[in-house]
């Protein structure tokens, strides 16, 4: 049975909702969302409302936490001070903007999700703020799947759609038994294989492209294909500016990917 896999909506209710029409088209029923429900979009409670409304279960994102348990609740690494500030702009915009309702939702939500050898999370099975990057060390991805007791691990956060698979593998380790003068034992334990399946981003993709994207995965074949789903971005850029968010965020949105100044300190981190 297929299934879809959306990540980073990132209140932007155009592309969501051409995203979901997408889904539908298809005749896909079950929906699981990886968090980043809200956050430099303009649309964060009709976004919110539309994910209860569908009743697609989510996972919580890095901005569903930072806007629940504020901003020292975050683990993120800023490229420079204007983004910082930008990102500060963003997050008490939002925090505002919310309804009690809203931000009682995203305070429920869970950081994990499982359905069967699936395992469902924001940025990896440790934290919603750790970015698993497709050319990351590959005993390093194989261990944040097979830690977790997955098969496929699913995740966001980048905004980049990737599936990668890990596989041929083994570790090889050497035992000295007893004292100096017993034999050594070589021992060698060949790696199952194992997928991440990156779902890149509904609502701000950064792949290159300015089309949505999400992931439909069938969990009897296994089979996984990344779809690409075009939306108004134009109205979205517009109610960003109209909002008062950072126009950035609209100029960025239009070129699908990130974009952020370096020029006052290119060695700034955030440290909170």
């Known amino acids: 049975m297929n299934q879809a896999v959306i990540s980073c909506l990132h209140a932007n209710l155009a592309a969501l909702e051409a995203v979901l029409a997408d889904i539908d088209s298809q005749g896909i029923q079950t929906i699981t969302c990886l ?19 569908r009743g697609i279960a989510s ?69 919603q703020h750790e970015y698993l990057l497709p050319d990351m060390n590959a005993f390093a991805a ?15 956060h980048t ?8 596989s041929g593998g083994s570790i090889r380790v050497r035992v000295q038994q007893g004292n100096e003068n017993q034999p050594v034992r070589d021992e060698e334990l060949t790696l199952p294989m194992r997928r991440i399946v990156n779902a890149g981003s509904v609502g701000e993709p950064r792949h290159g492209s300015t089309k949505a994207t999400y992931v439909i995965h069938n969990d009897t074949t ?11 971005v ?33 060695s700034h981190v955030c440290e909170r």
Request: net charge negative.
């Open 35 to 53: 968090g980043d429900l809200v956050g430099y979009g303009p649309q964060p409670n009709e976004v919110v409302e539309l994910v209860r409304e």
């Open 222 to 232: 296994g089979e996984v294909s990344i779809r690409e789903v075009a939306y108004d």
């Open 159 to 166: 905004h980049q759609p990737y599936v990668r698979e890990l």
């Open 59 to 127: 996972c919580q994102g890095c901005w569903d936490e930072d806007i629940i348990d504020g901003l020292n609740a975050c683990e993120c690494s800023y490229p420079s001070q204007l983004a910082e500030r930008r990102g500060h702009r963003a997050h008490h915009w939002t925090a505002a903007t919310l309804t009690e309702s809203n931000k009682a939702f995203l305070a429920e939500l869970p950081m994990t999700l499982r359905r069967g050898a699936s395992l469902f999370v924001h940025g990896s099975p440790n934290s």
């Open 234 to 266: 134009a109205k979205t850029c517009r109610a960003i500016v109209d909002a008062g968010l950072p126009e950035v965020f609209a100029w960025r949105l239009s070129h699908g990917f990130e974009y952020a100044e370096r020029a006052d300190d290119a």
């Open 142 to 156: 194989l261990e944040r799947v097979e830690t977790a007791g997955a098969e496929t691990l699913f995740c966001g």
